[in-house]
T-cell receptor, first 114, second 113 residues
Framework: NAGVTQTPKFRVLKTGQSMTLLCAQDMNHEYMYWYRQDPGMGLRLIHYSVGEGTTAKGEVPDGYNVSRLKKQNFLLGLESAAPSQTSVYFC?????????????FGQGTRLTVV | GQQVMQIPQYQHVQEGEDFTTYCNSSTTLSNIQWYKQRPGGHPVFLIQLVKSGEVKKQKRLTFQFGEAQKNSSLHITATQTTDVGTYFCAPADRGSTLGRLYFGRGTQLTVWP
């Protein structure tokens, strides 16, 4: 049982390049999230999804797009990377109701935009 | 996002001292979760509080949910070096959109031997 897996773990991009971060969970969770973490700023929600085929904006969605075509996968895309998007990105997933709604996190992706 | 303040932002203690972090909301919460993130690691769930005035303990950690459900605290008794990390609260506003999970800015705890 792998839990939440993020790919890649590290990436360096040039300004203007695009990339996609992949998040995969094998716990059959309905909810999935993407966060960015910057020093002193905590975890800021970028986008989230409450089920397959649905996505919604979080606190800091600008410059990012997401898709959830399959229940187990949640993709985060950067269409034109900017240095301000240098950050550590975390994906998480959780059940929606009933059992504890604790979120399980991936190991993170460290992205540097130069 | 939700209006939640987590204080203090940093706390440095000597091993054996106690530590407390607070999470304060401007709105009534339906529940609150607490997470710990070790340096270089990812956040890990600690506990969820759902009832007014609830108090839960995990060994040296004591979690409280305020009577008015607008604040919560995490208290560590006799800190150890293994307690080092950042502690986050994740409050759920009663009126919040289903599925959104926001976090406070966290309290970074440093423990020196």
């Amino acid at each position: 049982n792998a839990g939440v897996t993020q790919t890649p773990k590290f990436r360096v991009l040039k300004t203007g390049q695009s990339m996609t971060l992949l998040c995969a969970q094998d716990m059959n969770h309905e909810y999935m999230y993407w966060y960015r973490q910057d020093p002193g700023m905590g975890l800021r929600l970028i986008h989230y999804s409450v089920g397959e085929g649905t996505t919604a904006k979080g606190e800091v969605p600008d410059g990012y797009n997401v898709s959830r075509l399959k229940k187990q996968n949640f993709l985060l895309g950067l269409e034109s990377a900017a240095p301000s998007q240098t950050s550590v990105y975390f994906c998480a997933s959780s059940y929606s109701r009933g059992r504890s709604t604790e979120a399980f996190f991936g190991q993170g992706t460290r992205l540097t935009v130069v | 996002g939700q209006q939640v303040m987590q204080i203090p932002q940093y706390q440095h203690v000597q091993e054996g001292e106690d530590f407390t972090t607070y999470c304060n909301s401007s709105t009534t919460l339906s529940n609150i979760q607490w997470y710990k993130q070790r340096p270089g690691g990812h956040p890990v769930f600690l506990i969820q509080l759902v009832k007014s005035g609830e108090v839960k303990k995990q060994k040296r950690l004591t979690f409280q949910f305020g009577e008015a459900q607008k604040n919560s605290s995490l208290h560590i008794t006799a800190t150890q070096t293994t307690d080092v990390g950042t502690y986050f609260c994740a409050p759920a506003d009663r009126g919040s959109t289903l599925g959104r999970l926001y976090f406070g800015r966290g309290t970074q705890l440093t423990v020196w031997p």
